[in-house]
């Protein structure tokens, strides 16, 4: 019997133990125009949960203070991180100076007919546009994006062309979503921009996670440990 090399050891361990949603999906081979989500939040959560960057499970990070709720459902892009190009990117588009990036993987909310009953899965979305959120000074975009295949909100190309209280909806809960009792930190959004845009983010999204976590990444696709999921 051959000995077993680490490379199939990895490979072993791929099927028997879940990916890091993070880390260990891939983005799609299509992105930006089509790109694989993990989703967090549901429109029906009454709390709001969030990945442990650190082992990948979903946790429980705060009760929702106010009756809204999340208009669309909301996850991360993975593969991607908010640093140094995202931030420049922002602070041109602004005039400022002093942008700085989240340190987190870029949000996403997907809009679709459906209703989608609760989180912790993945998805495929198509990118149509996408919100341009400062929390204090760090940059927090909102890429907006339609399910992929999606009845009606399938329709939308482009962000220009949905339904002004679509937005409204999505800009007000943004703006409101992280008040908390003492909290300082003021959220504002800049600009309401297009798919272009948003395809631009995304890729500067995916510059910034190279450079924070390219030989992260390597090992993990050279042993087989990053999974890209069907496409439909």
């Known amino acids: 019997m051959e000995a077993e090399t680490p490379e199939t050891l990895w490979n072993l361990m791929s099927l028997l133990f879940k990916p890091h949603p993070w880390h260990g999906i891939g983005i799609g081979r299509r992105a930006p125009a089509k790109v694989t989500c993990y989703i967090e939040i549901v429109p029906t959560d009454t709390v709001?949960?969030?990945?442990?960057?650190?082992?990948?499970?979903?946790?429980?990070?705060r009760p929702q203070k106010y009756s809204n709720f999340c208009p669309a459902l909301y996850g991360f892009i993975p593969q991607t991180y908010c640093g140094d190009e995202v931030a420049e990117m922002c602070?041109?588009?602004?005039?400022?100076?002093?942008?700085?990036?989240?340190?987190?993987?870029?949000?996403?909310c997907v809009l679709t007919e459906k209703e989608v009953m609760h989180g912790d899965i993945i998805l495929e979305a198509i990118p149509i546009?996408?919100?341009?959120?400062?929390?204090?000074?760090?940059?927090?975009?909102k890429i907006i994006a339609v399910l992929n295949n999606d009845a009606v909100y399938?329709?939308?190309?482009?962000?220009?062309?949905?339904?002004?209280?679509?937005i409204e909806r999505l800009r007000h809960y943004f703006l409101t979503y992280k008040d908390t009792p003492g909290s300082k930190k003021i959220?504002?959004?800049?600009?309401?921009?297009?798919?272009?845009?948003?395809?631009?983010?995304?890729?500067?999204?995916?510059?910034?996670?190279?450079?924070?976590?390219?030989?992260?990444?390597?090992?993990?696709?050279?042993?087989?440990?990053?999974?890209e999921p069907a496409e439909r």
């Open 48 to 61: 709001k949960f969030e990945i442990d960057k650190v082992c990948g499970y979903l946790k429980l990070d």
């Open 91 to 108: 602070n041109q588009r602004t005039g400022r100076t002093d942008i700085v990036g989240d340190g987190d993987p870029l949000d996403i």
């Open 129 to 141: 546009g996408g919100l341009r959120m400062i929390d204090g000074n760090e940059a927090d975009d």
């Open 154 to 166: 399938g329709e939308y190309e482009d962000l220009e062309n949905a339904p002004f209280p679509v």
């Open 187 to 227: 959220s504002e959004v800049t600009h309401v921009y297009n798919r272009k845009e948003a395809h631009e983010v995304i890729r500067r999204s995916i510059a910034d996670y190279q450079e924070r976590f390219g030989a992260l990444a390597g090992l993990m696709q050279a042993a087989g440990m990053t999974k």
